[in-house]
């Protein structure tokens, strides 16, 4: 993911990821793991899936992704097989931290 990119659309999502960084052991590398690791802290995760199903983040994603939204596991699943795939859980963090829900 570039860099400029992340910065100019997920501020927000960008200074914690870049904060939580900082406070791991010595890096000298940031590549998708790091991504997988930080995403970890605040949505569960399945095999290439990342799961939210905290009540008060499903009310406010599922207007913007209705088609990630699992009814009969009243969660929203989000498929992460790629590194543009983490724009989707990128988008839901920062309009989570958007509204204060982080």
């Known amino acids: 993911?570039?860099?400029t990119i992340f910065k100019k659309n997920y501020p927000k999502s960008c200074n914690l990821f870049f904060e939580w960084l900082a406070l791991q052991e010595e890096?000298?590398?940031v590549?998708?793991?790091w991504f997988f690791y930080f995403f970890t802290n605040y949505f569960d995760w399945l095999p290439r899936w990342f799961i939210i199903n905290n009540e008060k983040h499903?009310?406010?994603l599922i207007k913007?992704?209705?088609n990630n939204f699992n009814k009969a596991e009243n969660e929203i699943q989000?498929?992460?097989n790629s590194e543009n795939d983490y724009?989707?859980?990128?988008?839901c963090l920062e309009i989570l931290?958007?509204?204060?829900?982080i």
């Open 1 to 3: 993911m570039n860099y």
């Open 27 to 29: 890096i000298d590398y």
């Open 31 to 33: 590549d998708n793991a």
């Open 58 to 60: 499903i009310q406010e």
């Open 64 to 66: 913007i992704y209705p």
């Open 78 to 80: 989000l498929f992460v």
């Open 87 to 91: 724009d989707k859980v990128f988008n």
């Open 97 to 101: 931290l958007s509204k204060k829900l």
